[in-house]
Every structure is written in C-alpha cells, then in structure tokens.
C-alpha cells in the first residue's frame, strides 16, 4: 500500500521539516530566500522587506508598502492570510461587527487599565544595537549550584545605553558548582554573552551591522589578576 502525505500531520516529527521545505520552494519563485546564520529569517533578493515566520504568524519589517503588498500575492496564491497592519489594532478590527466576545474583551481591557494604571510597557526608538544587563544569583538552588540571568534590549549607540523592552530573557541554571559569587558572576556574563551572538548575526543579516555590544553585570566582581589591578565596583558598570 502507497501513501502520499499532502498536509502535516499531527504528531509527526517530520512535519515541521517538510513544511518548511515546501514554503522554501514556494517563495523562492517569488524571490524570497531563508537566511544562511538565522533559521526563520526571511529576506527577499532585492525588495526592502524581512520577515519572520513564527508557527502560523509572520512579522514582517518593510519599506514601501508595495513590497508589503507584493508578499502578501506571494503568500495568498498558497494560504489564507489576515493582515493585520501597524495602524489596527485587535478591537478596532471588531468594531464594525462586534459580538458579546467583543465586550468581553474591552471589559477585561478596561478593568485592567483601572486596577493597574501606572502599569506600561515603554518602548525607546534605538540604533538597533544589541545590549545586555546580566545578573547572577549566587547558590540559591539545589546542589550548591546557582543562577544566571539576562536581558538583551535594543539600544542606541551609547556608552552606557538606556534600558529598554528586552528581546531575550535568559534565566538559566549554572550547570558546574560556582565557588564564588563573583564567579557566578562571570558565568552569567559568559551566558549572556553567548546569547548575544546569533542576536547580532541576525541584526547582521537584517542591515544593522554592530562594532560593540555592551552589557553589564548588576554587581561588577572583583578581579584578582596578576599582571592587572584588582577592579572594584559598587554599581553597574558598562564595559
């Protein structure tokens, strides 16, 4: 007996695979490639447009709406797709037919919005360089091991950047035993640092080529080395 899968089936490992080989072979006649370095990152071979496919969602960074507009024919010629533009947002969309799930909705917004009404989420314009704040935690977990954490943000570029939304949060346990929290320290600027490079490798890819990548550590530790003086902090320091 002979079968032929045409869809992906569920519980099948293969179908991620050959999902995206087949959407390789589709939007490459229309000029779109894959990133070499960055799985998921899109490019197309001359037009000003990136996007990033995330299960069923594409996020899509464009310059000119006609090329927005010509991905959009690429993609409706094999999918059903929704746009949903800059300027719309979730609710405005429901407006002009709106249901009881649409009140529901604005209800839980606005209630939300009266309990918590410092809350927000500020985003700063940046030169789309990669920053990070580390921080470790010195054997806070089981087996004498201990934490490392992180936040890469897009900055300008600064010396010291401002803080902004975070990109990447890395919370991770520190797999050998630290023997001092200045060792945690390191490690979790070693971890943080490592995160970083595909980050920069796909703001590469994308057009936004970076020279530095500045990070900090929330306690500088103190750095015993024989051919250098000792370094001593009390606050964060970019380096």
């Not at 580390?134 to 010396?159: E, I, Q, T, W």
């Not at 971890?191 to 929330?218: F, H, K, R, Y």
Request: one cysteine or more; aromatic letters at 10%.
């Amino acid at each position: 007996m002979y079968f032929e899968i045409c869809q992906g089936a569920y519980g099948l490992h293969q179908s991620g695979a050959l999902a995206n080989t087949l959407l390789e072979k589709r939007l490459k006649k229309h000029g779109c490639y894959q990133c070499h370095t960055t799985p998921g990152l899109w490019q197309h071979n001359w037009r000003l447009i990136v996007f990033c496919l995330l299960v069923d969602y594409v996020d899509v960074e464009y310059v000119g709406e006609r090329h927005a507009l010509h991905f959009k024919a690429a993609l409706d010629e094999y999918y059903d797709v929704t746009v949903n533009w800059p300027s719309v947002n979730y609710v405005g969309q429901q407006q002009a037919a709106a249901t009881e799930a649409t009140n529901n909705d604005i209800d839980q917004l606005l209630g939300y919005i009266a309990t918590y009404p410092a809350n927000g989420i500020t985003y700063r314009a940046s030169n789309m360089v990669i920053a990070a704040h580390s921080d470790a935690a010195y054997l806070n977990v089981s087996k004498a091991r201990s934490r490392a954490g992180a936040h890469s943000m897009l900055a300008k570029d600064v010396p010291v950047p401002s803080y902004n939304i975070p990109v990447l949060t890395v919370a991770r346990i520190i797999k050998c035993v630290m023997s001092s929290a200045a060792e945690a320290e390191l490690a979790g600027l070693y971890i943080c640092a490592n995160e970083m490079i595909p980050l920069c490798q796909a703001l590469v890819e994308m057009g936004w080529p970076s020279q530095d990548l500045p990070s900090s550590v929330t306690t500088p530790p103190q750095l015993e080395s024989p051919t250098k003086p000792s370094f001593h902090a009390r606050q964060s320091q970019w380096t």
